[in-house]
């Protein structure tokens, strides 16, 4: 069982810069594969990035490719998402996710545990 806390998100202006953390419960946080997950409003939520259980191997979304970057630090139990330049349309609430498997996914199905979310909002 893991619990997911989402922080970080924000208003800012177009351009501006923000982090989001995302830490979990446990000890066995090392486990898990991570990802990050985004639900503008009347769309369906889509899959942002995600990464493996060391950290070393990433996926990141084309819409977001060049500009968001995650990390994590599994002796702090938390991932990140660090996301500079922002855009009206990277407004969303953002969500964290746990995946029991090293095997990378891009499918919210294929996810386990989600955090509550983290309203973030983009202003042109």
């Known amino acids: 069982q893991v619990q997911l806390v989402e922080s970080g998100g924000g208003l800012v202006q177009t351009g501006g810069s923000l982090r989001l953390s995302c830490a979990a419960s446990?000890?066995?946080?090392?486990?898990?594969?991570m990802g990050w997950f985004r639900q503008a409003p009347g769309k369906e939520r889509e899959f942002v990035a995600g990464?493996?259980?060391?950290?070393?191997?990433?996926k990141v979304a084309d819409s977001v490719k060049g500009r968001f970057t995650i990390s994590r630090d599994n002796a702090k139990n938390t991932v990140y998402l660090q996301m500079p330049s922002l855009k009206p349309e990277d407004t969303a609430i953002y969500y964290c996710?746990?995946?029991?498997?090293?095997?990378?996914?891009?499918?919210?199905?294929?996810?386990?545990?989600w955090g509550q979310g983290t309203q973030v909002t983009v202003s042109s």
């Open positions: 996710a746990a995946r029991s498997s090293w095997w990378s996914s891009e499918t919210e199905h294929d996810y386990d545990y």
């Open positions: 990464i493996s259980r060391s950290g070393a191997n990433t």
């Open positions: 446990g000890r066995t946080f090392g486990s898990y594969y």
